[in-house]
């Protein structure tokens, strides 16, 4: 007991996997009548009250969700930081010529979200320059590491990615990282091959950018999920073994 109360202490990683009540501003956020039927159908599995709550998302902050796909996590931040606060969807230029290739205009991805939230903005740009309008609370991003290390991004740099993160947030700002778990020792093969990610590599990426790792959630942490087979394989997308990292910028 005295060794685990002098670790808390020195500020090592605490784990957090009790699914308890949010607080208000969080559960009026998800229960918001405007979000989406596609999307409210998810939160069962996606449990985003909670993640929320351990992200430390509160009133007005300014919160970074990159990667946001179609924006299911940016309508909870816009709605959970207020008037006061600001949403930045970050949006990568890597998929810019898939996207033309489809016919669609990048800088049109989210739009209907900007036009639906006043303190939401879209950044478009390329991950490995991330930069932010100003220094930021929060940097979020739900299963999209495995992404950036595959052929999709071009060959992004990781490292830089993640120093540019670090540059965004304020001193004491958190950066959070989602994503489907590999197996063990899995390696960056998984990434391409089954859409996972080695939790080894992701924290030894992010720490080398600076950050400190100060928590992890088991909230979604799914022992039956067999790491070693593509997400899609086991059926709805939510429902896989998931890490659930909370990183912070020393200061």
Not at 68 to 74: A, S, V
Request: net charge neutral; aromatic share 6%.
């Amino acid at each position: 007991m005295k060794n685990l109360l002098i670790a808390g202490l020195m500020g090592t990683v605490l784990s957090c996997g009790t699914a308890m009540a949010a607080p208000a501003y969080i559960e009026k956020a998800v229960a918001d009548p405007a979000r989406p039927a596609e999307d409210t159908k998810r939160d069962a599995q996606r449990l985003p009250a909670q993640l929320t709550e351990f992200a430390g998302i509160k009133p007005g902050m300014t919160v970074v969700d990159m990667l946001p796909g179609t924006g299911y996590f940016t309508r909870i931040f816009a709605k959970v930081v207020g008037p006061k606060g600001q949403v930045y969807a970050y949006v990568s230029s890597s998929g810019d010529a898939a996207l033309k290739a489809k016919g669609q205009d990048p800088d049109n991805q989210l739009a209907s979200l900007k036009n639906a939230y006043a303190n939401v903005g879209v950044i478009h740009g390329p991950l490995d320059h991330f930069i932010t309008p100003t220094k930021v609370d929060v940097v979020w991003t739900s299963d999209n590491l495995h992404d950036m290390h595959d052929k999709f991004f071009g060959g992004l740099d990781i490292a830089a990615t993640n120093k540019a993160i670090y540059a965004s947030l304020k001193p004491g700002g958190t950066y959070i990282v989602i994503d489907h778990r590999a197996a063990k020792g899995a390696g960056l093969a998984a990434t391409e091959a089954l859409h996972r990610m080695d939790e080894d590599i992701a924290k030894q990426e992010v720490l080398a950018a600076g950050f400190k790792l100060v928590s992890e959630s088991k909230l979604l942490t799914r022992p039956d999920d067999d790491n070693t087979k593509k997400i899609f394989e086991q059926g709805e997308h939510d429902h896989t073994d998931q890490m659930v990292l909370k990183f912070r910028k020393p200061g």
